[in-house]
């Protein structure tokens, strides 16, 4: 089974922090995602990566940047946490079909 | 513009009835969609897709989806709710190039099977 991982379940940190989000994947996909979740507004696309050190802006990329140095690793980044960021964050995996989503990490700023 | 759209916040229904969760979309091309559940606390879960073929698709928990070309729909059916199935689901169609794809989904239903 497709199994991806994202660091931390649960995080609380304050505004203007630095916050390190990571995914990892252990079936070679090509492609990954994070997305952020909110009640009544379903998921959105924050950043994507189809290789290696590649990536490509969403739908709502303000405020966050992303890394990909291995294939497996997605990091999602938080340069300077603001309340808005606090959400329900989702990693998914795909290789061209469905995608195979992490647990989630839910992310409180205060 | 392409997007996904879940007309109904919440379904109730009573276990032992069918249900149906609704779903229509708006993309260019052959769309390629995809129904998630998602339990309490969860990561998505993948139930079935529609790709090319039969326009009904069968999936995992004894799901279905009927895809609808001249209305732009793939509802998703199950014929006998278990109280089990409440969760949020949501609708996804997938946009892009190959190689270069993304995703759009839905605003999520969520499910309340009565006992």
């Known amino acids: 089974d497709v199994k991806v991982t994202q660091s931390s379940r649960y995080l609380v940190k304050r505004t203007g922090e630095k916050v390190f989000l990571e995914c990892v994947q252990d079936m070679d996909h090509e492609n990954m995602f994070w997305y952020r979740q909110d009640p009544g507004l379903g998921l959105r696309l924050i950043y994507f990566?189809?290789?290696?050190?590649?990536?490509e802006k969403g739908d709502i990329p303000e405020g966050y940047s992303v890394s990909r140095e291995k294939k497996e690793r997605f990091s999602l980044i938080l340069e300077s946490a603001s309340t808005n960021q606090t959400s329900m964050y989702l990693c998914?995996?795909?290789?061209?079909?469905?995608?195979?989503f992490g647990p989630g990490t839910r992310l409180t700023v205060l | 513009a392409q997007s996904v759209a879940q007309p109904e916040d919440q379904v109730n229904v009573a276990e032992g009835n069918p249900l149906t969760v609704k779903c229509t979309y708006s993309v260019s091309g052959n769309p390629y969609l995809f129904w998630y559940v998602q339990y309490p606390n969860r990561g998505l879960q993948f139930l079935l897709k529609?790709?090319?073929?039969?326009?009904l698709v069968k999936g995992s928990y004894g799901f279905e989806a009927e895809f609808n070309k001249s209305q732009t729909s793939f509802h998703l059916k199950k014929p006998s709710a278990l109280v089990s199935d409440s969760a949020l689901y949501f609708c996804a169609v997938r946009r892009g190039t190959s190689g270069t794809y993304k995703y759009i989904f839905g605003t999520g239903t969520r499910l309340k099977v009565l006992a």
């Open positions: 998914a995996s795909s290789q061209q079909g469905e995608q195979f």
């Open positions: 529609y790709i090319t073929g039969d326009n």
């Open positions: 990566s189809y290789d290696v050190k590649m990536k």
